[in-house]
């Protein structure tokens, strides 16, 4: 079956119900297969091969890539992992592996840059022979069983990134050697039975942007040197035993954002009432009777009716924001959503911003707000992303909403779908490729992945240069790396919403890819989604692709669109419009996922795969 394929790189079948052994023949022997992705089958469920992984695999002498999680594989890892010599990225996370590493043999693998082992049970001590693999960057052992301590030679391993040992059995002290990770950017320890106090060495991990040690048995002092740590976002030290006074030092973490050092009875002293600290709520020091918080004339986050908001690491206030906004008059309405009215602001330094008030108000309109802080106030590191919008600060004034986000002067894609002449063809391809960059981010690179729910027209923005921003994230839900899904009430746009929300309840990012393709059959006719008329564009788009295909007429889409004024690109609009129907299929299964939706789009402005071919920002 596979004889025609000898330059296939990528091949996948993810999310599917396969089941079973995984059988030879299934395997390409004879191509130069990079990527393999088996990983969550079943809609429902996940998938269910059994423990065989058959030697075939070992034929793909190109394989870099090579994704199996979420499936139901079980007992002892298999040795055959140990012999992928090049693979880069290796996916195990979320099956019923047990015992330890050392006999699999993937601890002497030389090119592994990514290994997550996480969620499954795996139990013994974390063997030291991890600290050898020189190319590691990202190590994710999370939720599983492993227990002893931290072996000290792990601070040898000077590429690494991420470290998520998080929700094991692990006892005995940071090993202070952890300092001279001088490339770490992410450090997630919580929910072991870790002691000791916090080495000083651990604040010569200068980049590091997220650190969390929640709910273990740490005690002492918190050292200062941990505000030497100047990129800190992230700073969860809840739930331990820390002692001593609140270390002031932590004032010069300019950068963080999400605070909490709640259930530390024995920390005294004051917390300050400037910088950073002006912007955390009374949550984050729940527990901790010794410990003497701003009163809310001195920090107005304190308060319970007026929070503040942070923009390029200056507070501001509801008034603040009145005043910028003409105290909220319709002259500064620049859009208007389900979830809410959008103005244009005016800072009295000359900034611009968007301001965003929710409109919902209870536990619903809480939701929303905390899904789009979540999502884009950073998501644990790598952000921001050039085709999302940057979330600059909020402000909570009693039930009173509100996000503060970056100006785009363009407008929203919706003003200018339906206008051929200002939006040509090639523009809409560019178009279509940012939002497809925004949600393979979201998607595939956000750890865990975020499902968006609401990819419509008006929520992408096009900004000076015309490059697409995707916004509203106030459907936005994250979805947990043991989870293929997050259940949730119906949401998203009439027109947009892929068919199985309405009966399952179950946003998953198949969901988001049915509303990308209705947002491309948009870009590649100029109609609407809805447009008043009988026929949706999503059931237009089907009959005219089926008449065509069914009766040998493979140019009469084309033909159609020379009609819309997009005469120049209509072979491309026909391509870009066949994508929008294989996104828009009624079984999640059969839609592409995010990255392959991208590959599609690059392919269809560059057919020939010239690298030298200019196509302007899609690279």
């Known amino acids: 079956m596979w004889m025609n394929f000898a330059r296939l790189k990528d091949f996948s079948v993810a999310e599917n119900h396969l089941n079973g052994i995984i059988p030879s023949e299934a395997i ?18 996940n998938n269910s091969f059994s423990r065989e992984i058959p030697d075939a695999l070992l034929n ?41 590493l050392i006999s699999s043999g993937i601890l002497k693998l030389p090119n592994i840059w990514r290994l997550d082992l996480s969620y499954n049970n795996f139990s013994g001590p974390l063997p030291v022979d991890i600290s050898q693999m020189s190319s590691l960057k990202f190590l994710m052992l999370s939720y599983n069983q492993f227990n002893g301590s931290i072996p000290p030679q792990f601070g040898n391993m000077t590429q690494l990134q991420a470290l998520d040992i998080a ?12 300092g001279n990770l001088s490339s770490l950017l992410w450090l997630m320890l919580a929910n072991n039975s870790l002691s000791g106090e916090i080495p000083p060495e651990l604040g010569n991990c200068v980049p590091i942007v997220v650190l969390n040690i929640t709910s273990n048995k740490f005690s002492g002092e918190i050292p200062e040197e941990v505000g030497n740590m100047k990129c800190l976002m992230n700073l969860d030290l809840s739930y331990n035993n820390f002692s001593g006074t609140f270390p002031t030092n932590l004032n010069k973490l300019t950068e963080l954002n999400k605070f909490n050092i709640s259930y530390n009875p024995l920390i005294s002293g004051v917390v300050p009432s400037t910088g950073q600290f002006a912007t955390f709520e009374k949550e984050s020091y729940l527990g901790n009777p010794l410990l003497i918080l701003p009163d809310s004339g001195s920090s107005p986050w304190m308060s319970d009716t007026v929070k503040v908001i942070r923009l390029n690491k200056t507070a501001f206030t509801h008034d603040d924001i009145l005043k910028a906004t003409s105290s909220f008059s319709e002259e500064r309405i620049i859009g208007k959503g389900g979830f809410g009215t959008v103005y244009k602001g005016v800072f009295s330094d000359g900034r611009h911003v968007a301001v965003k008030k929710l409109q919902r108000e209870g536990l619903e309109g ?20 050039p085709n999302l919008v940057t979330l600059y600060g909020w402000c909570l004034n009693g039930s009173e ?16 779908v339906t206008d051929r002449t200002r939006l040509t063809w090639r523009r809409r391809l560019e178009v279509a490729t940012d939002v497809a960059r925004a949600l393979v981010y979201l998607h595939h690179e956000c750890y865990p992945a975020v499902v968006h729910r609401d990819v419509k027209a008006s929520n992408v923005l096009l900004d000076k240069d015309g490059k697409a921003k995707v916004t509203d994230f106030g459907l936005a839900r994250v979805v947990d790396a043991g989870d293929s899904h997050v259940s949730t009430m119906v949401a998203g746009t009439v027109g947009y919403v892929a068919p199985e929300y309405g009966h399952t309840w179950q946003a998953t990012t198949k969901g988001d890819v049915y509303s990308f393709g209705v947002l491309v059959m948009e870009l590649a006719t100029g109609r609407r989604a809805v447009d008043g008329g009988e026929e949706c564009l999503v059931e237009w788009a089907r009959r005219v692709m089926g008449y065509g295909r069914h009766h040998g007429l493979g140019r009469s889409v084309p033909v159609l669109l020379m009609g819309s004024g ?3 690109g209509a072979e491309e609009m026909g391509e870009l419009l066949r994508v929008g129907v294989r996104c828009t299929a009624d079984s999640p299964q059969a839609r592409p996922n995010m990255k392959e939706v991208l590959a599609m789009l690059i392919k269809i402005y560059n057919p020939k795969g010239d690298s030298s071919y200019g196509y302007g920002h899609i690279v």
């Open 28 to 45: 390409p022997g004879n191509c130069s297969l990079e990527g393999l992705d088996l990983s969550q089958n079943g809609f429902v469920g």
């Open 60 to 100: 793909l002498t190109n394989l870099v890539f090579l994704d199996l999680s979420r499936n139901s594989f079980g007992g002892d890892i298999q040795e055959i992992f140990g012999k992928f010599k090049q693979v880069s990225f290796l996916l195990l996370h979320s099956n019923n592996y047990t015992g330890g």
């Open 167 to 178: 929700f094991n059995n692990l006892t005995g002290p940071i090993p202070s050697s952890l």
């Open 366 to 385: 809480e939701k929303e707000f905390k899904a789009e802080m979540e999502v884009l106030s950073g998501h644990g590191f790598g952000w921001p992303h």
């Open 401 to 416: 909403k509100i996000l503060i986000y970056e100006y785009i002067e363009g407008g929203s894609l919706e003003d200018v």
């Open 566 to 568: 997009l005469v120049g």
